[in-house]
């Protein structure tokens, strides 16, 4: 797994056209490597045309269970990034903003490498003989 990031910047909502811009990207990107995306349960992920993009693509989605962000690596990324780069920050309009997280993202990997080994891992915290009480 690389941890390599790809971006498409939108300044309205996501949507599925947007989603397949990603995928067309990644695509582009991957070349002949194998790649499974993994994704959440978002409507314009799970749609019919982007699900039949991605497999013209021949790239992978794997769907995430539902309401499960700690399981999604780009949800921690994006807490981390809200952290770094927002938290307690004022930026004068939104291409300003913009411009703050586009900037942090693409030297996010060389600036935190260290904070982000831990942070983007697939390594989750299993609980032995665990036992769960109904509310």
């Not at 039949?52 to 921690?76: H, M, T, V, W």
Request: a negative charge.
């Amino acid at each position: 797994m690389t941890h390599e990031l790809t971006m498409v910047c939108n300044d309205t909502y996501i949507t599925a056209s947007s989603v397949c811009e990603l995928l067309r990207q990644i695509a582009r990107t991957a070349g002949t490597c194998p790649v499974t995306l993994v994704l959440d349960n978002a409507r314009y992920q799970r749609c019919r045309v982007v699900e039949e993009l991605a497999g013209q693509l021949d790239l992978e989605l794997l769907f995430l269970p539902p309401y499960s962000p700690n399981l999604n690596l780009i949800e921690r990324l994006w807490k981390f990034t809200k952290k770094e780069c927002l938290a307690s920050e004022y930026y004068e309009n939104f291409a300003t903003f913009k411009g703050a997280i586009a900037g942090f993202l693409s030297t996010v990997h060389e600036r935190y490498a260290v904070d982000l080994q831990s942070l983007l891992t697939l390594k989750f915290q299993q609980f032995e003989k665990a036992q769960s009480m109904a509310a």
